[in-house]
């Protein structure tokens, strides 16, 4: 049974960091690109950083980008989002996805984690 659990999540000023983590189980997901997304309320969901299998390239959005840092330990099968610089447009459900696409969308999400930045 596959399992992403985020956990990180909070309440912050700006200007504040946060450091979400997900913890992957039942599934290698060493051998696969690791993201994270968020949904802010009234918006749709964003694709905000991705990491290659063995951390070699990143992706990060235009809105992120110089702020957010991604990585991984396969060792512990967990990624990682390093936020810093938080703005209140950040406030959002992060969520980490991996896998294999059925269809449009990643095929394994965690339940998502709140950042609040106000």
């Known amino acids: 049974h596959v399992q992403l659990g985020e956990s990180g999540g909070g309440s912050v000023r700006p200007g504040g960091s946060l450091r979400l983590s997900c913890v992957v189980s039942?599934?290698?997901?060493?051998?696969?690109?690791m993201d994270w997304f968020r949904q802010a309320p009234g918006k749709g969901l964003e694709r905000v950083s991705t990491?290659?299998?063995?951390?070699?390239?990143?992706y990060y959005s235009d809105s992120v980008r110089g702020r957010f840092t991604i990585s991984r330990n396969n060792a512990k099968n967990t990624v990682y989002l390093q936020m810093n610089s938080l703005k209140s447009e950040d406030t959002a459900l992060y969520y980490c996805?991996?896998?294999?696409?059925?269809?449009?969308?990643?095929?394994?999400w965690g339940q998502g984690t709140q950042v609040t930045v106000s």
């Open positions: 990491i290659y299998s063995d951390g070699s390239n990143t």
């Open positions: 039942g599934y290698s997901s060493h051998s696969r690109c």
């Open positions: 996805a991996s896998g294999p696409y059925v269809g449009s969308r990643l095929a394994y």
